[in-house]
């Protein structure tokens, strides 16, 4: 798996002034608990269309882990 955080890369452009770059970030379950690991501070993210649905659908994965 790539490592998690920060990349520096802005491989659609650069959305606005505040707009950090590429965040790679991991999903899984923790203690029954969906977890979301930036691996950084994070103020903000944005997602295009497919992006949203991956995430989205992601997370419907793992709380079907949850007991």
Do not use: C, Y
Request: proline content about 3%.
């Amino acid at each position: 798996m790539n490592e998690i955080g920060k990349t520096g890369k802005f491989p659609k452009g650069k959305l606005n002034n505040n707009d950090e770059g590429e965040l790679r970030f991991a999903i899984g379950v923790h203690k029954n608990r969906i977890i979301i690991d930036f691996n950084t501070p994070v103020s903000w993210i944005g997602f295009d269309k497919k992006q949203a649905i991956e995430i989205a659908n992601s997370l419907l994965i793992k709380a079907k882990e949850l007991k």
